[in-house]
């Protein structure tokens, strides 16, 4: 028929959502549970409760890491605010949280509730001001000596070595001579064991000096007490912020601060290490929410919820869903957010809690996800607290905030243990006819997917960007169907309940061009 054309849906890898949806002409606006790989469009991986006789962990995890000891044998360690665990390679649990362990919270407390300020001060409903530091949610901190898993907790503030070799029958028991006070802790490649803030043991925790680092000799984490003779030390980071903990990247110590960066350079006697400011205004969220992936370090900022990086320099990182990211992200709760890198799809992960977090389930609800290969970003609904990358076990295994935990990137179901169940969709920008100056009329959908028959397509169409969405189907997309809608922009939304894999290509319409009214 004269007039009629056919127009690509193509839309370029990854979301847009910063300004309006009309800004993200051929673009993709919305997503959950999506990922673009290697140019195609699919769902992520879903997830299976892990082992077959699984018990959850007591409290909310907050950090998870893998190991394989000396044996061969397999191991994930776990920390809630009040509790440490082991489980083995068949996902067996056992509490080896050490005696006289102190508890700390499992929520934030941002200090700016009721009884936070004097009574009678401010207008009812506003918001206080800034008067305090918040208090962030308890997170442990994990590195291994060896085939013994060691951590620590700020609320605690002691070093603790749990000996694997003892097995399960044993609790983890305090790092002899170690400091006190403390926040974080990591090992460097030289064998040596690090601890953030704090003091030396024949201090008060009381007086720890939240910029100072201890370091112990190396190959042996019970003396920290510098001598001629040893490597042991410590050093102050000049800084306006407190330390949050260190990371190894680059062959180096990256050392983050509430709003800096720094470096840690192993130079060997008499100074041990050397130390360089590497960035201003860039500090994280937390520790949990910087991750390591290709020799770079990636995390969520404090500043502006901005996002940053380090490759030898500190940058902040263009983000096409920063917008989204800042109106959701939970200020007040941001220290609970947890970074994940998903090797098996080049992919940084950061699930954090939203504003839109229930007072049934106050806790980490959301992600944004980077792929660092092909620069592009997404975002979702699915909630975790707890991560492990692939590498020891088969597939990485994350845990909800009931203590779950979860296989992910296998299958494609998308259920929790208390059933709440996820559905994969994407939804794009507009496109339009032209300059849009034209009013268009669909008539056919050729559609261009996997799985046919798996997926179904909703288009919304407004006359004006400021209009609300008309609804149109859902169309199967199983062979070419015949629509009828109207408009001059057109968005396309495609989900599919099936859980078999699924990407969606370029499908086509048919339209026909109706004039200027």
Request: glycine share 10%; aromatic share 12%; with cysteine.
């Amino acid at each position: 028929m004269a007039g009629q054309q056919y127009v690509n849906l193509q839309f370029k890898p990854g979301l847009f959502k910063n300004g309006t949806v009309y800004q993200a002409q051929g673009r993709w606006y919305d997503a959950d549970l999506m990922r673009w790989s290697n140019g195609a469009i699919g769902p992520v991986g879903g997830w299976r409760t892990w082992g077959y006789e699984t018990t959850a962990v007591t409290g909310v995890p907050r950090t998870a890491i893998p190991w394989q000891d000396n044996s061969a044998n397999r191991w994930v360690g776990v920390g809630t605010p009040s509790k440490l665990y082991v489980y083995d390679d068949a996902a067996s649990i056992a509490d080896i949280t050490p005696a006289g362990f102190v508890a700390g919270r499992t929520d934030a407390d941002p200090n700016d509730g009721y009884g936070d300020w004097k009574y009678g001060r401010s207008t009812y409903g506003d918001p206080r001001p800034d008067l305090g530091v918040p208090l962030p949610a308890t997170i442990w901190s994990f590195a291994m000596w060896g085939e013994n898993l060691t951590g620590c907790t700020p609320t605690d503030g002691k070093l603790y070595e749990w000996d694997t070799s003892a097995g399960t029958g044993t609790v983890a028991a305090p790092v002899t001579n170690s400091p006190i006070g403390i926040i974080a802790t990591l090992i460097t490649p030289q064998r040596i064991q690090m601890c953030f803030g704090g003091v030396p043991s024949t201090g008060v925790a009381a007086d720890a000096n939240p910029r100072e680092i201890f370091w112990s000799d190396r190959a042996d984490n019970t003396d920290w007490t510098a001598s001629s003779t040893n490597l042991a030390g410590d050093h102050i980071v000049v800084s306006d912020g407190e330390l949050l903990g260190g990371i190894n990247v680059r062959g180096q110590v990256l050392i983050l601060t509430t709003t800096s960066a720094h470096t840690a350079d192993y130079v060997g006697l008499p100074y041990v290490f050397q130390f360089n400011d590497v960035g201003d205004d860039c500090g994280p969220v937390s520790m949990n929410a910087v991750v390591i992936a290709k020799n770079t370090a990636y995390w969520l900022g404090r500043s502006g919820n901005n996002f940053f990086m380090y490759d030898g320099w500190t940058k902040a990182m263009p983000c096409d869903v920063q917008e989204h990211v800042d109106s959701t992200l939970q200020d007040s709760q941001a220290s609970k957010t947890v970074g994940w890198h998903n090797s098996l799809y080049n992919e940084v992960v950061w699930f954090y809690q939203s504003t839109s977090a229930t007072e049934e389930d106050p806790d980490v609800d959301s992600y944004v996800s980077y792929n660092y290969l092909e620069n592009h970003w997404a975002v979702g609904s699915v909630g975790r607290t707890a991560t492990t990358s692939r590498g020891i076990f088969a597939f990485p295994i994350l845990f909800d905030s009931s203590g779950n935990p979860y296989e992910h990137e296998v299958g494609g179901t998308y259920v929790d243990v208390d059933t709440t169940t996820y559905t994969p969709y994407v939804e794009s920008g507009p496109i339009q006819i032209g300059a849009g100056n034209e009013v268009l009329t669909a008539t056919s959908l050729i559609p261009d997917v996997s799985a046919l028959g798996d997926i179904t397509s909703t288009f919304y169409t407004r006359m004006y960007p400021t209009d609300s969405d008309t609804a149109h189907g859902p169309y199967p997309m199983a062979a070419p169907t015949s629509v009828r809608f109207t408009g001059r922009t057109v968005r396309m939304r495609c989900t599919s309940d099936s859980a078999n894999n699924w990407n969606v290509g370029v499908p086509r319409l048919q339209l026909q061009p109706n004039g200027r009214r």
